[in-house]
């Protein structure tokens, strides 16, 4: 498999967090939490998931990564970014657009 360095990346990236958003804002529905609540919390969880992207170190047997995710373009290429990514700048914006905001 190929992996490809795109500018589509970004773009990508943020329509991953929003489904990331709508999944949390339907799982809280169904257990019945308040709008108002799910909002600001699941505005915080993406925002520390963005942040674990973007700056985060996980360290396993001594090593340390900075975690990323890729795409799969089903053509046998992964869509990647060897750039600083900026996710967290869009968490708290498309969670209130997930909430009509």
């Given at each position: 498999m190929e992996?490809?360095?795109s500018e589509?990346?970004?773009e990508l990236a943020i329509e991953w967090q929003y489904q990331i958003i709508l999944l949390l804002k339907q799982t809280?529905?169904?257990?019945g939490i308040d709008d108002a609540i799910a909002k600001d919390v699941i505005g915080d969880f993406v925002f520390d998931?963005?942040?674990?992207?973007?700056?985060?170190?996980i360290k396993l047997?001594?090593?340390?990564?900075?975690?990323?995710?890729c795409f799969d373009d089903f053509?046998?290429?992964l869509v990647a970014t060897d750039e600083e990514t900026g996710l967290h700048e869009y968490?708290?914006?498309s969670t209130g657009e997930a909430f009509g905001g």
């Amino acid at each position: 498999m190929e992996v490809k360095l795109s500018e589509e990346y970004e773009e990508l990236a943020i329509e991953w967090q929003y489904q990331i958003i709508l999944l949390l804002k339907q799982t809280l529905k169904k257990k019945g939490i308040d709008d108002a609540i799910a909002k600001d919390v699941i505005g915080d969880f993406v925002f520390d998931l963005s942040m674990l992207h973007d700056q985060g170190e996980i360290k396993l047997d001594g090593k340390s990564y900075n975690p990323r995710i890729c795409f799969d373009d089903f053509s046998g290429s992964l869509v990647a970014t060897d750039e600083e990514t900026g996710l967290h700048e869009y968490a708290f914006g498309s969670t209130g657009e997930a909430f009509g905001g």
